[in-house]
């Protein structure tokens, strides 16, 4: 199943994306997010995407601070480029925010990783980078399996705007170094490339 998006009055605003949002019907296993003002509800991730989210997940733990967490279906919201979107992983210092029940601001993640899906590839690669920029997140990995060029994984920062600068570039099998306040390398041999 690829993704499906759900129509909407342009006119709505960014309250009544949210509460639409929150109040839909979800299939079951599905992630529900609001990209670029529609909403898009994506079937679970396959076994191999999960797999390289939890490698990735497993490295920085060992180097993050004892107040930071690494969240897995956190939603993040941008209001100003109506976005509710929900990365493969979400690192931010504890706690996110007490008193939301449903989503935070984006500008709380220190580093957002996404993990492209063969169907909704174009949303990782280009909707969801802009509004993590766009939020002022230092960094963002974007480790695409479906890249034309083959599988890479890519290291994005200093956000200027809806723009990010590729720091690092590394095909599978390739080391990826992330900075400080990371300071770790992330071994891309270990993803299932198909």
Not at 34 to 52: F, K, L, Q, Y
Not at 162 to 171: G, I, N, T
Request: charged residues 25%; glycine residues 6%.
């Amino acid at each position: 199943m690829s993704a499906l998006t759900v129509g909407h009055d342009p006119e709505q605003s960014w309250d009544d994306l949210v509460r639409f949002w929150e109040e839909m019907e979800r299939p079951e296993g599905s992630k529900v997010e609001i990209i670029e003002g529609v909403v898009t509800v994506s079937p679970a991730p396959s076994c191999r995407h999960n797999d390289i989210a939890e490698r990735i997940q497993r490295r920085l733990y060992s180097v993050i601070p004892d107040d930071w967490g690494i969240f897995q279906t956190l939603a993040i919201a941008v209001p100003s480029r109506l976005g509710l979107l929900i990365p493969d992983l979400v690192v931010a210092p504890r706690p996110v925010n007490p008193e939301a029940e449903n989503y935070v601001p984006a500008g709380v993640a220190e580093l957002v990783v996404e993990v492209t899906s063969m169907k909704n590839a174009r949303h990782d690669r280009v909707a969801k980078p802009a509004a993590y920029a766009s939020a002022g997140i230092p960094l963002c990995i974007l480790v695409d399996r479906w890249s034309p060029e083959g599988p890479t994984a890519t290291l994005f920062g200093e956000p200027q705007g809806d723009v990010y600068r590729p720091l690092s570039v590394a095909k599978f099998g390739e080391p990826l170094a992330l900075p400080a306040p990371f300071d770790v390398t992330i071994d891309t041999a270990e993803f299932p490339a198909d």
